[in-house]
C-alpha cells in the first residue's frame, strides 16, 4: 500500500522498487527477515545513544557542583570553629564583591526515631543563596524542615509529611516541606549527599541537641570569575574560603566518566555490524529480485539506485524507532541514578548523537556498494 502511493505520487520507480524491497519479507530463498533486522538495529542504535546520554550527564554534573549542591560561589569559615558571625557578616556586607550571602549553622537532632540527623539552619541576609530544592520548597518557619533524599527514604516520608524531632525541650512535630540537595561540604563531609536536612535558623536552634555556632557562610559573588573578589575575601578570611568543592559522591563519579562513553564506542561498533550484516544479507537474497528488474528494462544506474533506497530505507527505519528510544532510556537512566544518589537530575544529550543520523544512513550506502 505504502510503495502504490508513493508511485501515485511521482515517485521514480527505483525508488519504489527498492522500499518495496526494503520491508517486503519476501519468500523462500530470498526471504529476509525484515522485522528482526529492523529491532536488531534499532535496539543497537538505542543502546548507543543511551550511553552517549548516560555519558554526558554524567560529566555534566562533574562539572557544574550546583547539581550537587554547591549552588553558591564559595564558602566562608570553619563549620568546626565558634561562633563568628559577629564579626563575619558586617565584613561582607561591606564587601563590594559579594551579591549575597547566608549564614549556616550546623547541629544534630533525632528525626521518629532515627539518631544522629545533621541539620543546617539558614540565615539569608542579603540576595537568595541557598541550597538547590528537587521538590516542594525550603522552610519557611520553624516548624518546618526540608530534607534530603536519601534521608527522606530512609525515614519513609514525603513532601507534605510530618516528622517528630526530638528537642532539647521535648518532641517538636515539623512538616516536611521539600527536598533539598545539601552539600556536605558545607559540613566539612560530616554529612553524605542526599542526607541531613535544612531548617530556618530558629527552628534548627529549637530542636538541636548540639550547639549551633553561626561559623560557615555561603556566599555568591558579583563576578565569580574575578580573582580580585577572591583575594579581598581570603584577606579577610585568611584559610576559610572554600571555592567550590563536588562532594566525594561525585568525585568518585570522575574515575569512571569514561566509562559510558567506552561502553558507546563499543555498541557503535556493534551497532556498525548489525547494520552492515542485516544490508548485506538482504542484498545477497534479493538478487533474483533485481536480476529481474533487469528483464524487465533497468539499467545498472536505476538498479544501483533501487539498492540504495533499500538501504536508506531500512537505515531509516532503525532509525526513526532507535533515536527516540535511545535517548529517552538514557534520558530516563540518569533520572533513576539521580534520584538514588539525590542529586540535580539534569540528562544531557550530546551532539555526538547527532551524528547517528548521518553515520546510519553512510553505513547502509557503503554496505550495498560493497555487493551491488
Request: with cysteine.
Amino acid at each position: 500500500r505504502v510503495t502504490g502511493r508513493l508511485a501515485a505520487r511521482g515517485l521514480s520507480p527505483a525508488a519504489v522498487s527498492g522500499i518495496q524491497l526494503a520491508f517486503d519479507p519476501g519468500r523462500g530463498r530470498s526471504a529476509v527477515p525484515v522485522r528482526a533486522a529492523i529491532v536488531g538495529m534499532a535496539a543497537a542504535l538505542a543502546a548507543v545513544l543511551a550511553a552517549l546520554v548516560f555519558g554526558s550527564s554524567v560529566s555534566h554534573v562533574i562539572g557544574d557542583p550546583a547539581l550537587a549542591g554547591w549552588d553558591w560561589d564559595v564558602t566562608v569559615g570553619n563549620p568546626h570553629s565558634g561562633d563568628v558571625s559577629a564579626q563575619a557578616v558586617p565584613r561582607l556586607r561591606a564587601d563590594g564583591f559579594v551579591s549575597g550571602f547566608t549564614v549556616t549553622a550546623m547541629g544534630g537532632t533525632q528525626l521518629d526515631g532515627r539518631d544522629d540527623i545533621t541539620i543546617v539552619g539558614l540565615q539569608t541576609v542579603t540576595g537568595r543563596v541557598v541550597p538547590p530544592v528537587l521538590a516542594g520548597r525550603l522552610p519557611a518557619a520553624p516548624g518546618e524542615i526540608a530534607l534530603g533524599g536519601r534521608e527522606l527514604r530512609a525515614l519513609g516520608k514525603s513532601v507534605g509529611g510530618t516528622v517528630l524531632a526530638s528537642g532539647p525541650h521535648g518532641p517538636v512535630p515539623l512538616r516536611v516541606t521539600g527536598e533539598v540537595v545539601l552539600s556536605p561540604e558545607i559540613t566539612n563531609e560530616q554529612t553524605e549527599l542526599g542526607t541531613g536536612a535544612v531548617m530556618t535558623m530558629a527552628g534548627a536552634l529549637a530542636v538541636s541537641q548540639l550547639p549551633m555556632p553561626r561559623n560557615v557562610f555561603l556566599v555568591s559573588l558579583r563576578n565569580p570569575a574575578s580573582p580580585a573578589a577572591i583575594a579581598a575575601l581570603r584577606q579577610q578570611f585568611p584559610g576559610t574560603v572554600l571555592p567550590a568543592v563536588p562532594p566525594p559522591e561525585v568525585r568518585d563519579l570522575s574515575g569512571v566518566s569514561g566509562l559510558p562513553l567506552i561502553l558507546a564506542f563499543v555498541l557503535m561498533l556493534l551497532a556498525c555490524g548489525i547494520i552492515a550484516h542485516t544490508l548485506l544479507t538482504s542484498v545477497r537474497r534479493r538478487r533474483r529480485d533485481l536480476a529481474i528488474l533487469k528483464t524487465v528494462g533497468f539499467v545498472t544506474g536505476q538498479v544501483r539506485a533501487t539498492v540504495a533506497w533499500q538501504a536508506t530505507a531500512l537505515a531509516c527505519a532503525g532509525l526513526i524507532v532507535g533515536v527516540p528510544l535511545g535517548l529517552l532510556a538514557g534520558r530516563w537512566a540518569w533520572i533513576l541514578f539521580a534520584s538514588q544518589v539525590a542529586i540535580v537530575p539534569a540528562p544531557v544529550i550530546s551532539p555526538l548523537t547527532l551524528l547517528a543520523i548521518p553515520a546510519v544512513l553512510q553505513i547502509g550506502r557503503a554496505s550495498c556498494r560493497e555487493r551491488v
